[in-house]
Nanobody
Framework: QVPLVESGGGLVQAGGSLRLSCAAS????????MGWFRQAPGKEREFVAA????????LYADSVKGRFTISRDNAKNTVYLQMNSLKPEDTAVYYC??????????????????WGQGTQVTVSS
């Protein structure tokens, strides 16, 4: 099992910012596409953003385009999600995921092989 550990969640007011981090260990991090997903209570897990192994290609859900930015530092085995202009509807547990079978990003939950435990993000109105 590949450990992925998220951090950086918390409580923030609407309009504020947070930066999530996901540290990976026990793998050749630079060979994996990485993604961020979220799950709100009573809802299915949904795609947020993804990035290719090199960082050269990114994908975003329409709901976060222009507000969230995904990036990675392969030297630090870490992927980030910068979240700006947060809205109450962004409240969820955020998960990072690693895609072992391809170096390109994907929006599909089923195409990721390893998952972190999640970090809670709460946006108050």
């Amino acid at each position: 099992q590949v450990p992925l550990v998220e951090s950086g969640g918390g409580l923030v007011q609407a309009g504020g910012s947070l930066r999530l981090s996901c540290a990976a260990s026990g793998l050749t991090f630079s060979r994996y596409a990485m993604g961020w997903f979220r799950q709100a209570p009573g809802k299915e897990r949904e795609f947020v953003a993804a990035i290719s192994w090199s960082g050269g290609r990114t994908l975003y859900a329409d709901s976060v385009k222009g507000r969230f930015t995904i990036s990675r530092d392969n030297a630090k085995n870490t992927v980030y999600l910068q979240m700006n202009s947060l809205k109450p509807e962004d409240t969820a547990v955020y998960y990072c995921a690693a895609r072992a079978t391809d170096t390109l990003p994907s929006s599909r939950v089923g195409e990721y092989d390893y998952w972190g435990q999640g970090t809670q993000v709460t946006v108050s109105s």
